[in-house]
């Protein structure tokens, strides 16, 4: 019996107490979903409720009499070995061995399926994270939204949703005439502008850009005039950085439905239409030449400037007219990951989403994340080798593999500030995260592999009932919360909750391991014990393989 199946079968047990006229309750009083939670003290039983404590006031009984009588409808079920009340209210559940057992059965038949909900059916997400100037390669903070937007489209998608990725590439406005400069005078041989870019890759692309003119039969660009010579490295320099950004996200598991232009959004007149369906709302004003949002009747600070008086638009005008068009191409919710340097940034941005009619906070989410910090040798990395001043993404991958990078990077919560340990995510310890979690499905496989030699094979039938150990039910308990655990992490937008679930099951599998057989000793025959202990195994090592597949991290075999 799975949680969700206990909370129907108490929810079934209200509504035959009212309908009987035990518990004075109406249709409406009774919860549609009841909410089961495991209990801290294992010796008060599998499962709890406080639901009498919720409802007893609407039945006008006191708490513990309006729990006595769940008890007494539930006691009749055979699947539950004993329920009691405790304390002011509380229901203590104690699930018969076969009925808890069986879930290893669940499990395995549902494989990937198992864990998946509708809490988020049909609803469309828009999901932007990363979003990096195409002048540069991913920083440690780009790193972080891929592997956090990356984790959190998949749990979305896992609760029912449907997900449109998407990358927002700032190719509009001077950070690219920064770049192009910066380019041009390193393929001149001369320092970069003092706004400009640094760090190898620039001379490395820079000459990427002279290679594939003379490929093309093209004049080499540093022979242009100086305006043609920097539109020449301008153009073709965004191309390249565009192409490698891709490429390392794409290598790091993370991909995306759309790669958005910003510049797109000023050559097709998007921003002017949003402004009139703005203006049209009486939203917009004319002040000192310039256009104004008026902002600050939905709480912001100040108005802000879309169009400025020299006829040039903002930068807030295209952040308007994106959100507009994410809502045109049908998302429910426009969900942006931003970086900590945003925060002020979210004022305008919900005043902006109530200017158009719709609801800050649903319509509009912002998730905030806070910076990431390489340590080694207990000393902060601070340089890159390629990049100069920022450590980036492939720094990261290059020290540790993309599995540890990705984990160590969902594992806490987004806005915290995260200090990786460069030296520990190398060890295979238990001390290392990943390591601990990815070992306990090596582990589960290994066993398995085992079983089939000792002639334990799940083909033999499967009996509940022997899963009848202290450490069985432990391990089943576990592994019962996994669904209500993706459901949460997707609605809270916090998948470092399904990492932290991964680590206490593989503790969880690591003691029923030391304490349960599935393989028979020496000659000794095999029995209907060791067969469901195998399912058991089975089931831990889906859904291991599955929790490590919605954070993109991988699933070994061996170790």
């Known amino acids: 019996m799975t949680p969700e199946e206990l909370a129907l079968l108490i929810r079934d047990a209200l509504v035959a107490a009212a309908n009987d006229s035990r518990l004075s309750l109406s249709a409406d009083d009774i919860p549609e979903a009841v909410k089961v939670e495991r209990p801290r003290n294992r010796d008060n039983g599998d499962w709890a409720t406080n639901v009498a404590m919720q409802l007893a006031k609407k039945a006008s009984m006191a708490p513990r009499d309006f729990a006595q009588v769940l008890v007494d409808e539930l006691s009749a079920n055979e699947g539950i070995d004993s329920v009691e009340v405790a304390g002011p209210g509380f229901i203590n559940i104690r699930l018969a061995a076969a009925s808890a057992g069986e879930l290893a059965r669940t499990i395995v038949t549902a494989g990937e399926t198992y864990g998946t909900n509708p809490s988020l059916a049909g609803t469309h997400i828009n999901l932007e994270y990363v979003s990096a100037n195409p002048t540069g390669p991913v920083h440690l903070g780009g790193a972080r939204w891929a592997a956090v937007g990356d984790s959190l489209s998949r749990l979305m998608v896992a609760s029912g949703a449907t997900v449109t990725r998407e990358y927002y590439f700032n190719d509009h406005g001077s950070q690219i005439d920064r770049f192009a400069n910066s380019l041009y005078a390193r393929a001149m041989g001369r320092e970069a502008p003092e706004d400009g870019y640094g760090g190898q890759y620039i001379g490395d692309i820079a000459a990427q850009v002279r290679a594939d003119a003379q490929a093309a039969g093209q004049p080499d660009p540093i022979t242009l005039d100086e305006a043609d010579a920097i539109e020449a490295f301008r153009a073709r320099g965004v191309e390249l950085m565009f192409a490698e950004i891709k490429q390392r996200l794409a290598d790091f598991r993370s991909e995306f439905d759309v790669f958005f232009h910003e510049d797109s959004l000023h050559e097709s007149g998007a921003v002017a239409a949003a402004i009139d369906v703005l203006r049209q709302r009486g939203e917009v004003f004319d002040e000192d030449g310039a256009i104004w949002l008026r902002t600050t009747k939905y709480g912001d600070d100040k108005d802000r400037v879309l169009i400025k008086s020299d006829g040039q638009a903002a930068y807030f005008a295209g952040d308007v007219a994106y959100y507009l068009d994410k809502r045109k191409r049908g998302a429910d919710a426009a969900i ?80 915290s500030n995260l200090d990786i340990d460069l030296d520990l995510l190398t060890q295979h310890t238990n001390e290392n995260p990943v390591y601990y979690v990815q070992y306990a499905h090596a582990r589960t496989c290994n066993v398995a592999r085992n079983a089939a030699e000792h002639g334990v094979t799940r083909d033999s039938g499967f009996d509940p009932g022997a899963l009848d150990t202290p450490a069985d039910a432990d391990l089943l308990g576990v592994l019962a919360q996994f669904p209500a655990q993706i459901a949460q992490a997707a609605e809270l937008r916090e998948p470092h909750r399904v990492a932290r679930y991964l680590e206490s099951l593989a503790a969880a599998y690591h003691a029923w391991y030391g304490q349960c057989r599935v393989t028979p000793r020496g000659d000794d025959p095999v029995e209907t014990g060791h067969v469901a202990r195998l399912w058991l195994n089975d089931a831990v090592t889906q859904v291991l393989r599955t929790g490590l597949g919605l954070l993109g991290v991988a699933a070994p075999e061996r170790m």
């Open 336 to 415: 942006y990951l931003l970086g900590a340097d945003h925060h002020g940034y979210i004022g305008r941005m919900m005043a902006m989403c109530e200017a158009f009619g719709d609801e800050p906070g649903a319509n509009m989410q912002i998730l905030i994340g806070q910076m990431v910090n390489l340590v080694k040798n207990g000393q902060p990395v601070r340089m890159s080798k390629r990049a100069g001043t920022i450590v980036t993404l492939d720094d990261l991958v290059d020290a540790v593999g993309v599995d540890a990078a990705r984990y160590a990077l969902v594992r806490v919560s987004m806005d």
